[in-house]
């Protein structure tokens, strides 16, 4: 099967990211978001996404505009029902996406297949609720998507070896780099990136060194481009406890409880750059 229609469900950060890659890699692209106003904000956040590009000489003027006439917008499942392959990029909420996954199975051609964005989520109890296990698996990119080049390709154990091969395809025409992980939580990047944020936590709760100093250690120590706390502040912190707290359910391992000072920052509301606070400071 040759995937010609791409859909993705959710305009957020991710989601917009998703659209914009697959756009500029030629595909025709629907993106379905909850209302009007989340819609037309997904929308806008793509259009700055490239015209940032345009500026920094990164893209065409002409392919930009291209890129937007193979977008369409919709609030609607039903404008999926052309759709080769549908991305499931919304909340990091089981409920919410098994509705999605059982939605889009009544909706989507028998070939169609559907994947999830999820970074850390079981992709076995998605594919539960719909009539074609095979037909499902993980498509976890990363942020900013149209930049970072790794796509973990996630297998379940009823994804069939036409639609991997698919999957694999299809990253391919968007220029990733791709790995293959089984349905474990975590796959291969948040298995072992969220031990070694906790500890960065744990260390600095510990009073073992001040967060900048650890930052600066890591970097020039272990040649990593950001330091734990950089990172963390990056990825939010709220992600962060988000995918601990689904691994420890998972695994029952202390390596992935969360430490207090992680939770009270969530609880305070410093959740990194995105509220302008996490453990450094974004407002300046």
């Known amino acids: 099967m040759e995937i010609k229609k791409v859909g993705v469900v959710g305009c957020g950060l991710m989601g917009s990211g998703i659209v914009e890659t697959c756009a500029r890699a030629g595909y025709a692209v629907v993106v379905r978001e909850v209302n009007g ?29 291209a890129a937007l006439a193979r977008i369409t917008g919709t609030t609607s499942l039903d404008d999926f029902q052309g759709c080769d392959l549908v991305i499931e990029a919304v909340l990091e909420n089981m409920a919410e996406k098994k509705s999605v996954f059982a939605a889009l199975d009544t909706t989507l051609a028998p070939h169609a297949i559907i994947a999830s964005n999820t970074s850390s989520l079981c992709i076995t109890e998605m594919a539960s609720v719909t009539r074609r296990g095979d037909k499902v698996l993980g498509l ?21 070896e036409e639609t991997l091969a698919i999957a694999k395809q299809f990253g391919a025409s968007l220029g990733k780099t791709m790995v293959v992980a089984k349905d474990a939580p975590g796959f291969i990047v948040n298995l072992l990136l969220i031990p070694y944020a906790l500890d960065a936590v744990r260390a600095l709760e510990n009073g073992v060194a001040s967060k900048e100093d650890i930052d600066t250690a890591i970097k020039l120590g272990l040649n990593h481009p950001m330091g734990p706390f950089t990172l963390l502040d ?20 202390p390596r992935y ?28």
């Open 37 to 65: 106003d989340l819609l037309q904000k997904g929308l806008s956040r793509l259009k700055a996404s490239l015209a940032k590009g345009v500026e920094r000489g990164k893209l065409a003027q002409a392919d930009m505009d």
């Open 140 to 160: 976890h990119f990363f942020n900013p998507v149209p930049v970072m080049p790794l796509l973990e390709i996630v297998r379940t154990i009823l994804t069939s």
């Open 234 to 253: 990056f990825v939010g912190l709220d992600t962060t406890l988000f995918i601990a707290d689904a691994m420890y359910q998972e695994f029952k391992d």
């Open 257 to 284: 409880a969360a430490p207090p000072l992680l939770r009270r920052m969530v609880l305070a509301g410093h959740l990194g750059r995105k509220s302008g606070k996490g453990f450094y400071d974004y407002g300046k």
